[in-house]
């Protein structure tokens, strides 16, 4: 069945290093892709929507050169960190939405802990 | 604009008792609305979700949902509590027009179950 898969599960980086963080969708066309970010203890936050194709479109506080999204095909989007830092460390999850056997979907990555030293 | 609020950060029931965690929304359109699940370190799973078809959803693991236009509400319950069940529960609530929007989630419930 369709089934988004998020690569790395786990990263640990040194600061100043960036991170690229992979959601493919199988058997599955991801027309658009919400990438959220995770907080200790609280919920997810929307930072980012992106269409194929398309550019990314950030939510407010969110800056757009620190985390570069690329969704250039319908079955493969990234997440960049760049420059990480400490602050950066959360657990980020990918999202996407499209059509599979004529039904629409949407459907969750398993999630990608990053840690900044 | 969309929201949720989910009652009670965190909520303990004994083994084998009801479940029943809080949740109402807030929609401009008839929404979409979700409960996930999230085990430590994990990905959110999808539980249930409701889009417009009957008031009554039920999903996995023997829970099940109804949605209130009245109440605003999504509440979630189970009948009988399992060990297994302790995770932290997420509602959620996409905007319906057009399918799936981006969506907007509750802070969450952590559920305890205590043997």
């Known amino acids: 069945g369709a089934v988004v898969s998020q690569h790395p599960s786990r990263v640990i980086c040194k600061s100043g290093t960036s991170v690229k963080i992979e959601c493919r969708s199988l058997?599955?066309?991801?027309?658009?892709m919400f990438w959220y970010r995770q907080f200790p203890k609280q919920s997810l936050m929307l930072m980012a929507t992106?269409?194929?194709?398309?550019?990314?479109?950030?939510e407010q506080g969110v800056e757009k050169d620190k985390f570069l999204i690329n969704h250039a095909s319908l079955t493969l989007s990234t997440l960049t960190v760049t420059s990480a830092h400490p602050e950066d460390s959360s657990f980020y999850i990918c999202?996407?939405?499209?059509?599979?056997?004529?039904?629409?979907?949407?459907?969750f990555g398993s999630g990608t802990q990053l840690s900044v030293l | 604009a969309q929201s949720v609020t989910q009652l009670g950060s965190h909520v303990s029931v004994s083994e084998g008792a009801l479940v029943l965690l809080r949740c109402n929304y807030s929609?401009?359109?008839?929404?979409?609305l979700f409960w996930y699940v999230q085990y430590p370190n994990q990905g959110l799973q999808l539980l249930l979700k409701?889009?417009?078809?009957?008031?009554l959803v039920k999903g996995i693991n023997g829970f099940e949902a109804e949605f209130k236009k009245s109440e605003t509400s999504f509440h979630l319950t189970k009948p009988s509590a399992h060990m297994s069940d302790a995770a932290e529960y997420f509602c959620?609530?996409?905007?319906?027009?057009?399918?799936?929007?981006?969506?907007?989630f509750g802070t969450g419930t952590k559920l305890q179950v205590i043997p």
């Open positions: 999202s996407a939405r499209g059509r599979s056997r004529g039904q629409e979907k949407l459907l």
């Open positions: 058997d599955f066309q991801a027309t658009t």
């Open positions: 992106s269409n194929e194709g398309s550019k990314a479109t950030y």
């Open positions: 929609s401009s359109v008839p929404p979409y």
């Open positions: 409701y889009t417009s078809a009957a008031t």
């Open positions: 959620a609530v996409s905007e319906g027009s057009g399918g799936y929007q981006k969506v907007t």
